[in-house]
């Protein structure tokens, strides 16, 4: 009696297991066609000499390509990852020339826009040489994340990234970028890390003027080295701001 007890129980945890996999696969969304084009747009005005989008074609679901994260309850794209994967040996020849042919170039298509649930844009280590920071990224308000950092951007920051009020994370570095000042940063109100190294902040006077919530997190010690201070036209006095926030400007 015990043994057929245990093969029933078996039996029915076999069968509930069927089915809560069935009722999981049935209830899969898949991602929306209108995002689907939106990357499709995107994808066509980069420049992919390594094919590292290959998968991205229309006739199969857009959160199943690569770098695509889709939220599994809505389908809508949450996170875009397509940072070129990094170089482990560089002293390979071999590698380096394949790691310089993995990086994107192009432009960047505003389809992204269309992207209403986008929190997580990593375009970091591409190609984009002769190419702004386009403006339309400071409406994509749901942004929680942005990396466009070793991209090959040029001109000046442009203020609208201002408007991005829900970001955690902004990296911009070894660019070739200017500001004119800094007062774009008192949007970013939750904003915990900020990485502007390598970046001609010549132009910057108001220092000391930027207000942000993130500011008054006081944690550590905000410091520019001597080497960037030389840079600037109004030093930062040492220890004169203090930040919860991780703030390089080297």
Known sequence: MAAFAT???LLI???NLSFSSCFQISNYVGCTEREKQALLRF????IDPSNRLASWVDHQDCCKWAGVVCNNETGYVSELHLKNPPLDDFSSEVKYKAYEMSKLGGQLNPAL????SLIYLDLGDNNFVGNSIPEFLGSMVSLRYLNLSVSGFQGKVPHQLGNLS???????QANQLHVENL?????????EYLDLS???LSAATDWLQVKSPAAMRMKESFEVPYHSQKRLKHPVPQGTINTGSCFYFC
């Open 7 to 9: 093969i029933l129980f």
């Open 43 to 46: 994808k066509q005005d980069l």
């Open 113 to 116: 826009l269309s992207l209403k």
């Open 166 to 172: 829900n970001l955690q994370y902004l990296d911009l």
């Open 13 to 15: 945890a076999a069968a």
């Open 198 to 200: 390598i970046i001609n």
């Open 183 to 191: 007062q774009w940063l008192s949007g970013l109100s939750f904003l």
